[in-house]
């Protein structure tokens, strides 16, 4: 898993590394440099909510594929057709978001299948792997960069995901995923509104929800005695009010 992550950023500095070079060829101003910079980051936010939360439902392995997927995608078409602002926007959104889908369902997909002491030394060369990746990507895409053009680096940046997309499909076992039955946020909103209601015949929920009613102030303590709107009507026995 350590090999797949840091192949899977060989394209993860390709664009800062060669930004001198494009900023040049495409005469970008500062400002747009900057953007096609900072959209990597953009598509690395709005991809790891989504992908991460899948791994409750899929293989892991298959998140992990498909990120890797998003990263070729994004190397390939930078090398192939991006041509300025807007192109060089779409294609670093797509590396970026590759990224939100590897690091962490590859980090679930790894301690999956370890526990105890061995699953804390995996996830810290896990960690280190990010480093190691991000090193690779700055020395070889500049490397390659010099002496090839700034395309071929690309082209190392794409050939990484496809991989690491191997290596994982081939290598590991699949990941554990959350069972159709275990309880998500809807039946766990369910269950406390269930809770919330007063039934003296059950003490669980009875306690739950007079500790419910007191915490949120909704005893009905400052209406009047028989009040229709108060929620303990025909349980509540104060002795003075």
Not at 9 to 35: C, D, I, K
Not at 116 to 134: D, E, M, N, P, T
């Amino acid at each position: 898993m350590c090999a797949a992550e840091a192949l899977s950023m060989t394209g993860f500095a390709a664009y800062t590394t060669l930004l001198p070079v494009l900023q040049r060829e495409w005469t970008l101003s500062n400002s747009e440099a900057g953007l096609i910079s900072g959209v990597y980051f953009a598509g690395y936010v709005a991809a790891t909510p989504i992908l991460t939360s899948l791994t409750d439902r899929l293989d892991s392995r298959h998140i992990y594929v498909l990120a890797c997927a998003l990263s070729f995608g994004g190397a390939a078409g930078f090398m192939l057709f991006a041509n300025g602002l807007w192109s060089a926007l779409f294609f670093q959104f797509l590396i970026g978001a590759g990224l939100g889908g590897s690091y962490m369902p590859g980090l679930k997909m790894l301690a999956d299948q370890l526990e105890g002491a061995a699953q804390s030394r995996a996830v810290g060369f896990y960690a280190a792997s990010f480093g190691i990746g991000s090193t690779l990507s700055i020395f070889v895409c500049g490397l390659i960069g010099a002496v090839y053009g700034w395309q071929w680096a690309f082209a190392y940046g794409a050939i990484g995901p496809l991989l690491a997309a191997a290596i994982v499909r081939l290598g590991m076992p699949p990941g554990r995923t959350r069972a159709a039955g275990t309880p998500g946020w809807r039946m766990a909103a369910e269950i406390t509104a269930s809770l919330r209601t007063i039934d003296p015949t059950d003490p669980v929920r009875f306690d739950f929800s007079l500790c419910h009613a007191g915490m949120m102030g909704a005893c009905g303590f400052r209406l009047k005695q028989g009040d229709s709107r108060c929620p303990l009507r025909g349980f509540c026995r104060p002795r003075r009010r």
